[in-house]
């Protein structure tokens, strides 16, 4: 569309690339916060926002706060189903319009997701989930079933930060061990040897 969407210090901020024109919601538009740690899309167009305080969504109208006794939000991201990806002091937590599902743990494998941390998270163009885990690796939700692929796998290293999906729907990730680059097949790492990648990536993108 015409519109960009970001979060500077005091809110949430929205642009028209047309006219050049911005407008800076904060808490007195029903912004539950004035922090914004993450925002997101959906496939209805509703712009979604992590605060200091909970989670609110704007339909193009209102903010809307999601009452759902969150805290420490830090990450947010919507599939192409219009569910809602959520990552907090509680764990992963997915919300589909009307209730909440909470992932402690990754079924089958040893992940305490409560235990990772901070993790980044993106959804793939057939609406997967992928999650960094911390020192674990990264794991792959298909809406019914967990996959986590590690340096067993071929995955440079399992200590995983960004986490990015690009146009032709591959996977990168970085690692303390350089990039790491998932095809649907295989991963193709560059170890930062030569390559650019010397430490670990904060943010990748196309």
């Known amino acids: 569309g015409n519109e960009i969407w970001a979060a500077p210090s005091g809110g949430v901020e929205r642009g028209n690339l047309t006219t050049g024109g911005c407008r800076l919601y904060t808490i007195q538009d029903g912004l539950p916060g004035d922090y914004i740690y993450s925002i997101t899309q959906d496939n209805r167009g509703n712009i979604w926002a992590a605060t200091n305080f909970e989670i609110c969504c704007f339909d193009g109208t209102k903010w809307t706060t999601v009452k ?3 805290s420490g939000v830090s990450r947010i991201v919507s599939n192409n189903s219009g ?4 990552f907090s002091n509680q764990g992963l937590l997915r919300f589909d319009g009307q209730s909440w599902q909470t992932f ?6 040893p992940t305490d ?11 793939d163009l057939k609406g997967n989930l992928w999650l960094s ?10 809406g019914q079933s967990w996959r986590v692929f ?5 995955l440079a290293s399992n200590s995983v930060g960004a986490v990015f999906v690009d ?7 970085s690692t303390d061990q350089g990039v790491s680059r998932y095809d649907g097949t295989s991963w193709l790492n560059f170890d930062g040897k030569g390559n650019g990648f010397e430490s670990m990536i904060l943010s990748i993108s196309q």
């Open 68 to 70: 759902g006794g969150l």
């Open 83 to 86: 569910n809602l990806w959520v």
């Open 104 to 109: 402690s743990s990754i079924g089958g494998e």
């Open 113 to 123: 997701i409560i235990g990772i941390g901070l993790s980044e998270m993106a959804i």
């Open 133 to 142: 885990l911390g020192n674990q690796g990264i794991g792959c939700y298909d």
């Open 150 to 154: 590690t340096t067993a796998d071929g």
């Open 167 to 173: 146009s032709n729907d591959n996977i990168w990730c």
